[in-house]
């Protein structure tokens, strides 16, 4: 998971495409553009996640991109982190 980043804070109104196009800025290579949406209504979140294709590439787009404006919005870029295990509250039907 060395090569995966966290995208914060963007716009509503981007898409993939342009977040690529953005990581992809000084020759680096992106293997994968992954922008989270609501699973009900479908609406961007206001983050993604982006796989580039080596952990030397992840940092210099960290490093170029952290901080910078993106249609009025500054962008908070980091290494992603591992998703914590949830622990669930269990099938609803024991509740009746």
């Known amino acids: 998971m060395g090569s995966r ?3 914060g ?3 509503f109104s981007v898409d ?4 690529r196009s953005l990581f992809e800025e000084g020759g680096r290579q992106v293997q994968d553009v992954k922008i989270v949406t ?3 209504t479908g609406r961007p979140r206001g983050f993604a996640f982006v796989d580039m294709d080596s ?5 210099a787009a960290i490093t170029a991109l952290n901080g910078r404006d993106m249609g009025g919005r500054t962008l ?3 290494m992603a982190r591992e998703r914590e295990p949830r622990h669930g509250g269990g099938d609803r039907r024991d509740r009746y």
């Open 16 to 19: 993939a495409d342009q977040l």
């Open 5 to 7: 980043i966290y995208v």
């Open 55 to 59: 952990s030397e590439e992840a940092e």
């Open 76 to 78: 908070t870029v980091s």
């Open 9 to 11: 804070n963007l716009p």
């Open 38 to 40: 609501d699973r009900i």
